[in-house]
């Protein structure tokens, strides 16, 4: 949910980087082949593990590669060369996920690759299992106190983003009805159009859908992007929608947040991701609408490794949005 032109141009770099490139290095095949031959032709069957009961020696590997401490490792019932194996998700060096098959002595024996239906399962699996027990029973209905779209007629902020003059038109379109699947549910969303300038010229119009769980939890399902340049359309870098692009709904807010919650508001591609954690409850916010106590203060990594922040004051949403060298205040908040 980047706005102020942030997540067009991130996506157009990303793209530039990821164009199609040679990398031949026939003697690291033989050997991963020779390996793979080796472990035999069945597939890994592993248990889960604890991370704490992981060995130290294979936890640094995964860290190393790519891997996090809270990820899945499997302990496999194959052994090579002798040495028990563990696998776990990690990142090549162009940012891509893939499974890591580390000894038991922490050595990397390879890396393997899934083909994209495998990868879309798997992620399906995870989806599932991460939303086991999620309920939607009014998912429309979105009265999370720190942003309450429910009851959202428009919000306008302003402000600058390096020499740019920035405005952004949050407008709620209760008339626009989409639905998606979810855990085996289908929920209907709310949608909210976000119509951002540049120097008082229309740079963008997205159109964001919304849903909340019982527990108070708002997702973020998708994105329709246009893309504007002297009043012509231009392109829709940055689109997205659940079903289509990723199984995994994104987390805009929990339903009741801690400092230190952590969250992905979206996690499509290399592309399109963002990791958020909650940092303060408490944050002062001045705004030309109002003055705000209290507020979320929620720290925003993008792919790109860029940091922004967002802050979420109670009975309104978002008060102040501040992207590297810029800072976009709230200025006026109608409801309906």
């Known amino acids: 949910m980047l706005s102020s032109g942030r997540k067009r141009k991130l996506f157009q770099v990303m793209k530039l980087k990821t164009k199609i490139r040679l990398n031949i290095q026939p003697i690291i095949v033989v050997i991963t082949i020779a390996l793979a031959c080796a472990a035999g032709p069945s597939a890994f069957a592993g248990k889960a593990q604890k991370w704490k009961e992981v060995p130290e020696a294979v936890r640094a590997t995964i860290l190393a590669n790519g891997g996090k401490a809270d990820g899945r490792v499997d302990k496999e019932s194959e052994k090579i060369d002798g040495k028990v194996i563990y696998e776990a998700v990690g990142k090549d060096k162009d940012g891509n996920e893939v499974d890591l098959v580390v000894n038991e002595?922490?050595?990397?024996?390879?890396t393997k690759n899934d083909d994209a239906a495998d990868r879309t399962q798997e992620q399906a699996a995870k989806a599932v299992k991460a939303l086991k027990g999620v309920k939607f029973s009014?998912?429309?209905d979105i009265n999370n106190p720190y942003l309450p779209m429910g009851t959202?007629?428009?919000d306008t902020l302003e402000g600058k983003e390096g020499a740019?003059?920035?405005?952004?038109?949050?407008?709620?379109?209760?008339d626009v009805r989409k639905t998606f699947k979810i855990g085996g549910q289908t929920v209907e969303a709310l949608a909210v159009e976000d119509r951002e300038y540049?120097?008082?010229e229309l740079a963008e119009v997205a159109m964001d859908y919304f849903a909340?769980?019982?527990d108070g939890t708002v997702y973020y399902l998708g994105e329709d992007v246009d893309e504007y340049k002297k009043g012509k359309l231009v392109g829709h870098s940055g689109s997205w929608m659940l079903g289509k692009d990723t199984q995994k709904p994104g987390i805009i807010l929990p339903g009741h947040s801690k400092v230190g919650d952590k969250f992905k508001s979206e996690d499509v591609s290399k592309e399109i991701h963002e990791d958020d954690e909650v940092m303060s409850l408490?944050?002062?916010?001045?705004?030309?609408a109002g003055t705000y106590d209290n507020c979320i203060k929620v720290k925003e990594k993008l792919a790109d490794g860029a940091v922004e922040y967002k802050y979420y004051a109670s009975g309104v949403g978002v008060v102040r949005e501040v992207p590297e060298g810029g800072d976009v205040l709230l200025t006026s908040h109608t409801v309906q």
């Open 105 to 110: 002595e922490g050595k990397l024996v390879m």
């Open 138 to 140: 009014h998912p429309r």
């Open 152 to 154: 959202l007629k428009a």
């Open 164 to 174: 740019k003059k920035i405005r952004i038109e949050r407008i709620a379109k209760p």
């Open 198 to 200: 540049e120097n008082g």
């Open 212 to 214: 909340q769980s019982d």
């Open 282 to 288: 408490s944050e002062k916010v001045k705004t030309p």
